[in-house]
């Protein structure tokens, strides 16, 4: 664009009202920015906008790609260029599949496929008719990944905990570290186990390795070839890698190159959610999803969601200057989603050039963070209230839960929504002498600790209610935040759908492995070469 996005809104966002002012001169000023869509309900009126700034954000949306990028992205375009892939995961929720190809390939009719596989398995599973090779039902199902084939469907099985149904346990391995499959095998019989290795390429070399190690753990106990391809299974492209591990074809679930892996929850990614609760139950996931999509491929920005917050979102960044978010969801069983979410839009936005290569010359992504509430409110809310950092927030709530403990939840309730009114109202110097005088402080006493006990409001919070915290409303819930990010993609015009920033790492790690198992000297800086030596150091001395 012509003008930087900083260069637009930051003299806007100078002349903003104080937030006690805007709802002191608009009663209305709750209903008037809020909308809801899906079960979700949602209140921006606690943001620092006036009806001139939200024009002006609405104006932005307008001239920005978005539409024709959700144009692209439906049509099947390579919207992800540096990888010239289309990007499709929305397509893994619909219901009506028919005509649906992309470069020839009948894309529904896999997907219907990839389904009925998943289904077919998960209903051995359940009934304890997948018999291991010792003549045994399998007991616990073991998932391997890492990043988007961890995160999503990890988050989704805690969130969804009252729906479980599976009489099968469910344990997840990501970290390289030994101590995650360790810790795993030690209360597990190899007999009764089944391993699935998520991996698009079949190389990710977490996943690999902690593959190896739990293949090494059966072999261990006595398990041949044919009792490996009994008990693993994958979802990859590589089929060939994963033949050459030990896994059947028939053992495969598809994974596609227009799905990335942060966005993978819909496909067979999402099995680890299916598994515990249920075939019918993951449907209604992808449901919510699919009308969350439906919402924002066809509303007007004014009440879109996802384009409300995602706006919200460029606004703090380059009109305030905010470089973090919090993302506090009041439930316990969300707890997982700030840690999803991170992924989400740090991946996904966290970049330096545009499209086409250029130099970005606005800030993009936030540092996302967060916690269960109230948890929060003993440890960094501190932070959120009286420091002099502006740290845009998200509130989550469910109105309706799966526990009878009734009071506690609206005791819930009375904490999220009084953190949301301090956060805006903050107290001042005024009231809070005056707080210190009616508990019996003397006035110099009062003088003393009145100024501790300011807070400068003012701090920016949305919040949304769920109707209920079941498979639809989170499906819905988790396509809100995935779109929200395709959106503020749009508007800082770069990729949302490549992470070539996570391979420089990967690189550099090869050559420090070689050094660390002493097959090569290696050529490093001095930090890293005294690292390598301090541990080479402690190892030896073991």
């Given at each position: 664009m012509s003008i930087t996005l900083s260069a637009l809104l930051q003299p806007l966002a100078q002349q903003q009202p104080p937030l006690r002012e805007l709802f002191a001169a608009e009663p209305g000023r709750a209903k008037r920015f809020s909308a809801k869509a899906c079960g979700i309900?949602?209140?921006?009126?606690?943001?620092?906008?006036?009806?001139?700034?939200?024009?002006?954000?609405?104006?932005?949306?307008?001239?920005?790609?978005?539409?024709?990028?959700?144009?692209?992205?439906?049509?099947?375009?390579?919207?992800?260029?540096?990888?010239?892939?289309?990007?499709?995961?929305?397509?893994l929720r619909q219901q009506n599949l028919s005509n649906l190809s992309l470069d020839g390939e009948d894309i529904g009719a896999a997907i219907l496929a990839c389904r009925e596989k998943m289904a077919a398995l998960i209903t051995q599973l359940h009934q304890q008719q997948y018999i291991g090779y010792q003549g045994q039902?399998?007991?616990?199902?073991?998932?391997?990944?890492?990043?988007?084939?961890?995160?999503?469907?990890?988050?989704?099985?805690?969130?969804?905990t009252p729906y479980h149904c599976s009489p099968v346990k469910l344990h997840f391995a990501g970290n390289i570290d030994g101590a995650v499959v360790s810790d795993i095998t030690q209360a597990l019989n190899p007999a009764t186990t089944l391993v699935i290795v998520a991996s698009k390429s079949f190389g990710t070399e977490e996943t690999k390795q902690n593959a190896l190690a739990l293949r090494q753990w059966f072999q261990d106990a006595g398990a041949d070839s044919s009792a490996i391809a009994q008990h693993f299974w994958a979802t990859s492209s590589n089929i060939q890698a994963a033949a050459d591990f030990g896994i059947i074809e028939q053992h495969i679930l598809p994974m596609w190159d227009w799905v990335g892996g942060r966005y993978?929850?819909?496909?067979?990614?999402?099995?680890?959610?299916?598994?515990?609760?249920?075939?019918?139950a993951f449907a209604q996931l992808l449901n919510g999803a699919a009308d969350m999509d439906q919402h924002f491929f066809s509303t007007p920005f004014s009440e879109n969601l996802p384009v409300i917050l995602a706006l919200l979102g460029v606004w703090y960044i380059n009109g305030f200057g905010c470089q973090a978010q919090a993302l506090l969801p009041y439930s316990h069983y969300l707890r997982l989603l700030p840690s999803y979410?991170?992924?989400?839009?740090?991946?996904?936005?966290?970049?330096?050039?545009?499209?086409?290569?250029?130099?970005?010359?606005?800030?993009?992504?936030?540092?996302?963070?967060?916690?269960?509430?109230?948890?929060?409110?003993?440890?960094y809310h501190q932070l959120l209230h009286q420091s002099?950092?502006?740290?845009p927030a998200d509130f989550i709530l469910p109105l309706q839960v799966s526990h009878n403990l009734s009071d506690q939840h609206q005791r819930l309730a009375a904490h999220c929504f009084a953190q949301t009114q301090a956060l805006m109202q903050g107290k001042t110097l005024q009231e809070a002498t005056a707080e210190c005088l009616a508990q019996g402080l003397s006035e110099q006493a009062a003088a003393a600790l009145a100024p501790h006990k300011v807070s400068p409001g003012n701090k920016p919070s949305n919040t949304l209610l769920l109707d209920e915290l079941s498979p639809y409303h989170l499906g819905a819930l988790i396509a809100l935040y995935e779109h929200k990010v395709f959106c503020?993609?749009?508007?800082?015009?770069?990729?949302?759908?490549?992470?070539?920033?996570?391979?420089?790492?990967?690189?550099?790690?090869?050559?420090?492995?070689?050094?660390?198992?002493?097959?090569?000297?290696?050529?490093?800086?001095?930090?890293?070469?005294?690292?390598?030596?301090?541990?080479?150091?402690?190892?030896?001395?073991?």
């Open positions: 309900y949602l209140d921006y009126s606690k943001n620092l906008i006036d009806e001139q700034s939200w024009q002006t954000l609405q104006q932005l949306a307008a001239q920005s790609p978005i539409k024709q990028l959700c144009q692209q992205m439906q049509a099947g375009a390579a919207i992800n260029n540096t990888e010239q892939r289309a990007v499709w995961h929305t397509r039902p399998i007991t616990d199902v073991v998932w391997v990944g890492i990043g988007g084939s961890l995160l999503g469907p990890q988050m989704a099985v805690e969130a969804l993978s929850l819909w496909s067979a990614i999402g099995f680890p959610v299916a598994l515990m609760i249920g075939n019918d979410v991170q992924q989400l839009d740090m991946e996904s936005n966290g970049k330096s050039v545009d499209r086409a290569g250029h130099a970005l010359t606005d800030a993009t992504a936030p540092v996302i963070w967060g916690d269960a509430g109230t948890n929060g409110q003993h440890a002099q950092l502006k740290v503020q993609g749009a508007i800082w015009e770069l990729n949302s759908f490549d992470q070539w920033g996570v391979e420089l790492g990967k690189q550099l790690s090869g050559p420090i492995y070689q050094a660390l198992s002493g097959k090569t000297s290696g050529n490093f800086d001095s930090s890293t070469a005294r690292l390598i030596a301090h541990f080479l150091e402690s190892r030896a001395a073991q």
